[in-house]
Nanobody
Framework: QVQLVESGGGLVQAGNSLRLSCVAS????????VGWFRQAPGKEREFVTA????????LYADSVKGRFTISRDNAKNTVYLQIDNLKPEDTALYYC?????????????????WGKGTLVTVSS
């Protein structure tokens, strides 16, 4: 089993930046692909970005390209999500998820382990 804990969310003004962190514990996850998803109030959970275990490949949703950056530090069992130029529509609960297979994919159902989320609220 892998346990994931997200942190770094908060209330910020539009245009500012945040860095979310996802720390893993339990079974080693070095070979797992990791993704970030978000769920806004009244909406379905959506894919944001993902990264391979080696960090050599990333995938972003079109809506966040150019503003979001995913990275990982396997020595620290941590994946980061840097969010720049925050917009009110980025307001959501952000989840970290890991999948045993190394290939990054977008469907939430492909991911085996989930954190409880960290809330990002962006004011205009």
């Amino acid at each position: 089993q892998v346990q994931l804990v997200e942190s770094g969310g908060g209330l910020v003004q539009a245009g500012n930046s945040l860095r979310l962190s996802c720390v893993a514990s339990g079974r080693t996850w070095v070979t797992y692909a990791v993704g970030w998803f978000r769920q806004a109030p009244g909406k379905e959970r959506e894919f944001v970005t993902a990264i391979t275990w080696s960090g050599d490949r990333t995938l972003y949703a079109d809506s966040v390209k150019g503003r979001f950056t995913i990275s990982r530090d396997n020595a620290k069992n941590t994946v980061y999500l840097q969010i720049d130029n925050l917009k009110p529509e980025d307001t959501a609960l952000y989840y970290c998820a890991a999948k045993r297979r190394p290939v990054i994919t977008t469907p939430a159902g492909d991911y085996d382990y989930w954190g409880k989320g960290t809330l990002v609220t962006v004011s205009s």
